[in-house]
């Protein structure tokens, strides 16, 4: 025996050999690596002794960038419209934007797509938001190509492609181009930062998320905040440390080597928080309303060359009749009670506050790279992905999550929160009237992507090394597509035409490195570019816009029956003036190359449903429907998108639990927060079930009407829907049970939405983030006894059949 293993030792080893010396190739299976092996790809010389041959690191060593190139560092905000700003005339302070404006270019014209999924999807790819299959956010996606809310294996992200290239590339804060049902950790996770071409990854990946009880990812895995607002904590400010942290640690081992971080933070968009610092700064800022802003930002944007002069504030409507939704509507100023004033005039102080701070900590990285001696040659980006925000609801709202659940904002209610403001007690954004403020002097804005109050938005490049001009402005139109292009002509780079085997769509955009050396108003080289977003559409095209007026009607978009309008945007920046029966030839054109372009880039159907609609929609997954679902202790927060739905339905809860202590108490299950969830936990001896709706006070409550005792227990509560109420909402009848005896029972009502849209996720035994009720602290976690486990069934099985199986779980029969 021993004999026959020694001589097939010998033949083995004399096959690798043979395998190796020069101009022998060796029969391969279809999974062997080629490139190992073959003599085509070694260039060395293999014999016998490693003495007598030579090595070839050729196929080994990693690529090294273009020499020279420059560091990459883009900033992206979101909901901010162009009059928000200082640099471009506006009244948040914003210093680290400043000073980079003053060292770089202002763009006037620089366009997205009027929503956040869709626009970051062209940032990263350079492709039009369809072909990224990012119609609207990744909550919205829908079984089309340009819509499927994945981005599909034909577009290499710039991650990718510097990281092949010799970059390290980084990832900071807000993604939103996950699939929901990816959102998970379990999920499949091909679509996450580190598998999109980034090394490293902090952030969030969401389309939104508390600023002071973040949910966050790293790297590939959930992570928390490492302490709370009580010690300091604010996201922009843990989102500043990390990038510093990966800055660092990269130019401790590697300074030659370029990088390229793509930093996002949770500003502009909702919940708008701030440290009370910076929303002091803005006291009294914003007391003479939105209508005054807007007369009163204008003239400055006009003196900064941001909008041409003679532009004219009594020509322009920021809500057009027959296109805005229910719920956009701006409310008069000169008609609001003082109470509204105050409120809405905070809700401004707020957002404002959020910004600059925000800003302040992106000032830490720029006079880091400033006293290392990287920021001459690093080109730093500072844009929007879209424009201001009026998902407020016209009054405003301390907890926007309402929007998503149609459910209206109450003065009464909101003004409970007015000195709370920005903190973590609310979940807040600011009124409509806002949003078209902080959009002048264009109509609408985010979502509405035919006019530009939706897709016109902040940028500015500074890159000391490669850009001579200092403080100047750019009219030159572009888009957000064309990101992508420049920073690959900047680096020396190119998109491959083929990417790990796959064909890849050519890119859409062009580059924009040419207006580092125009003048102002040199011509543009982009020479077309279509908007879609929600039913709402529109063409640019060699300084020609046309605009579809879409209003939509319940059960059909009628968009056959769209009233087109046509505009001359070089000299009519605000969309004031319509020429469409001026000259209807030009605009018949135009509606022939939407039309072209939308065959092109994937963009049919059209689709303008509801966000309760469109949002409550079930999706794909890898997880077969059902109506049971079971959690236990021990795993980490089951985000929003993965977790049992209980939304519009009848459910039952039960938890098995022994009990080794009287006085037992803490959380059995949570989902949500304080702005929307439930809970189920102990308190006092007794147990509890809280639904928050809305975060509207008080908590509904049900509170067992019996002590807890030691001992093995199934704990439950059941909701039997009844009939919708007038918002949709779900009204029903509540029971909660002891060992299948009601101790507690009630109406109730739940919610049509989610909890939140990128909420707290599903807790057994603690409550992760922001908790539910008022009624305990976070984490709430259990103690005094072992939870086996916790079912929610959304079926029609009999709260008594459910409560056995759980006894019997629990082998007491």
Avoid at 308 to 321: E, S, V, Y
Avoid at 720 to 732: D, L
Avoid at 791 to 811: C, M, P, Q, T
Wanted: hydrophobic share 35%; aromatic share 12%.
């Amino acid at each position: 025996m021993k004999t026959s293993t020694n001589r097939m030792l010998k033949k083995s080893i004399a096959l690798f050999l043979l395998c190796l010396l020069p101009g022998m190739t060796p029969k391969i299976s279809a999974q062997a690596d080629p490139q190992q092996i073959t003599k085509e790809t070694f260039k060395g010389k293999v014999s016998l002794d490693i003495r007598d041959s030579k090595e070839d690191w050729t196929p080994y060593t990693p690529k090294v960038a273009p020499k020279g190139a420059p560091n990459i560092l883009f900033i992206l905000y979101d909901d901010t419209g162009l009059a928000a700003w200082s640099p471009f005339g506006g009244g948040i302070n914003m210093p680290t934007l400043q000073k980079l404006a003053d060292n770089g270019l202002i763009y006037t014209q620089w366009h997205t797509t009027a929503l956040c999924s869709p626009t970051r999807s062209t940032l990263l790819t350079g492709r039009n938001h369809h072909l990224n299959g990012m119609a609207a956010i990744t909550e919205a996606a829908a079984g089309y190509p340009g819509a499927s809310g994945r981005l599909p294996k034909q577009v290499a992200t710039i991650g990718q492609v510097l990281q092949d290239n010799g970059w390290s590339t980084f990832w900071i804060g807000k993604d939103h181009n996950v699939p929901e049902q990816d959102v998970a950790s379990g999920g499949d996770r091909s679509t996450w930062p580190l598998q999109m071409g980034f090394d490293r990854y902090y952030g969030f990946l969401g389309g939104e998320t508390n600023q002071w009880y973040p949910d966050l990812v790293e790297d590939n895995h959930f992570t928390e905040a490492k302490y709370g607002p009580e010690d300091g904590y604010h996201l922009s400010k843990d989102l500043a440390d990390h990038a510093l942290e990966y800055i660092r640690d990269q130019q401790a081992t590697n300074p030659s080597k370029p990088w390229f971080m793509w930093y996002c933070p949770g500003a502009n968009h909702a919940p708008h928080h701030a440290p009370e610092e910076y929303i002091a700064k803005y006291k009294g800022k914003f007391d003479d309303g939105y209508d005054a802003y807007r007369k009163w930002v204008l003239p400055r944007m006009i003196a900064k060359g941001i909008i041409p002069k003679g532009t004219n504030f009594d020509k322009f409507n920021p809500l057009p009749p027959g296109v805005s939704n229910p719920g956009d509507e701006v409310l008069d100023w000169n008609k609001l009670s003082a109470d509204e004033k105050k409120l809405f005039s905070r809700l401004a102080e707020v957002y404002a506050g959020f910004s600059e701070y925000t800003d302040a900590q992106v000032g830490r990285i720029i006079d880091y790279l400033e006293k290392t001696g990287q920021l001459e040659n690093t080109i730093v980006l500072y844009a929007a992905d879209n424009g201001a925000s009026g998902e407020g609801s016209p009054s405003g709202s301390v907890n926007e999550n309402k929007f998503f659940n149609g459910y209206p904002d109450e003065l009464k209610e909101n003004l409970k929160y007015l000195d709370k403001l920005g903190g973590p007690d609310t979940y807040e954004h600011y009124p409509t009237g806002w949003a078209a403020a902080f959009s002048t002097p264009f109509k609408m804005f985010k979502r509405y992507s035919e006019y530009a109050g939706g897709t016109c938005d902040p940028l500015v490049i500074s890159w000391p090394k490669g850009i001579k001009a200092k403080g100047e402005v750019r009219n030159q139109f572009h888009h957000s597509t064309d990101i992508v292009p420049t920073l690959l002509e900047v680096c020396g780079v190119e998109m491959p035409k083929v990417y790990r085997g796959i064909p890849q769509y050519p890119l859409s955009g062009v580059s924009m490195k040419y207006t580092f050396d125009a003048a102002p108003d040199a011509k543009t080289q982009k020479h077309i570019q279509y908007f879609a977003m929600l039913g709402s559409r529109a063409l640019w095209k060699d300084g020609w816009k046309a605009v579809a007026l879409h209003a939509p009607l319940v059960g059909k978009g009628n968009f056959d029956k769209d009233e087109w309008e046509l505009y001359n945007t070089d000299i009519d920046r605000a969309e004031s003036n319509n020429l469409a029966k001026k000259y209807p030839d030009k605009l018949k054109e135009l509606i022939a190359d939407w039309n072209s372009e939308a065959a092109k880039n994937l963009v049919l159907p059209l689709d303008d449903r509801s966000a309760i609609e469109v949002l409550g929609t079930e999706r794909p997954s890898s997880e077969a429907p059902r109506d049971q679902y079971v959690y236990y202790p021990g795993t980490a927060p089951v985000p929003e998108g993965v977790a049992v739905n209980v939304r519009g339905r009848s459910y039952k809860i039960v938890a098995d639990v022994d009990l080794k202590d009287a006085n037992a108490s803490g959380v059995l299950f949570a989902h949500g927060s304080r702005f929307g969830g439930h809970a189920l936990f102990l308190k006092d001896k007794k147990l509890n079930y809280v639904y928050n709706f809305l975060g509207i006070a008080p908590e509904q409550r049900f509170t067992s009407n019996v002590e807890i005792t030691p001992g093995k227990h199934v704990f439950g509560m059941e909701f039997t829907r009844e009939k919708a109420g007038p918002n949709g909402e779900s009204i029903g009848k509540m029971k909660l049970y002891i060992d299948g005896k009601e101790v507690a029972s009630g109406p109730m009502r739940t919610q049509t939405g989610k909890f939140t849209l990128s909420g707290d996720g599903l807790c057994v035994g603690f409550d992760s983030g922001d908790a539910v009720s008022k009624e305990y602290k976070t984490p709430g976690e259990f103690k005094g006894g072992e939870i086996y486990g916790v079912g929610i069934n959304v079926g029609k099985i009999e709260y008594s059949d459910l409560n056995s199986e759980a006894k019997r779980a629990l082998n007491r029969d």
